[in-house]
C-alpha cells in the first residue's frame, strides 16, 4: 500500500509565495519519480515539475523560473517552492510518484491566488 499526504495549500495575494508538502508512505523502496500536477475548473490536468531519482528536474513552461521542486529521500517528501504567484496558477495541485509501472496519486491540496 502506498499513500501520499499533501499540506500547505491554502489563499495568498498575487506576488505571494507557498510551500507544498508531499510525504510518502508504504511500499515505497523503489520510486522512480516525483512529481507536481495542477487541474483548474474545466480543464485538464498538468505537469508542473517533476523529479528524478537522479536529481534532474523539468518544469512546465508557466512555472519556470518562479517555482522550484526538490526532495528529501531520508524523509519520503518531496515539496514545491511556489514563489512570485499568479491567479492563473489557482488550481488544486496533486502530489504524484512512480513506482515502475504504477503511479500514485494524493488527495490534492487547494492553491488559489487573488489579484
Known amino acids: 500500500q502506498v499513500q501520499l499526504v499533501e499540506s500547505g495549500g491554502g489563499l495568498v495575494q498575487a506576488g505571494g509565495s507557498l510551500r507544498l508538502s508531499c510525504a510518502a508512505s508504504?511500499?515505497?523502496?523503489?520510486?522512480?519519480?516525483r512529481g507536481w500536477y495542477r487541474q483548474a475548473p474545466g480543464k485538464q490536468r498538468e505537469l508542473v515539475a517533476t523529479i528524478t531519482n537522479g536529481g534532474s528536474t523539468n518544469y512546465a513552461d508557466s512555472v519556470k523560473g518562479r517555482f522550484t521542486i526538490s526532495r528529501d529521500n531520508a524523509k519520503n517528501t518531496v515539496n514545491l517552492q511556489m514563489n512570485s504567484l499568479k491567479p492563473e496558477d489557482t488550481a488544486t495541485y496533486y502530489c504524484?510518484?512512480?513506482?515502475?509501472?504504477?503511479?500514485?496519486w494524493g488527495q490534492g491540496t487547494q492553491v488559489t491566488v487573488s489579484s
Open positions: 504524484n510518484i512512480r513506482l515502475g509501472a504504477f503511479n500514485y
Open positions: 508504504g511500499n515505497i523502496l523503489f520510486i522512480d519519480a
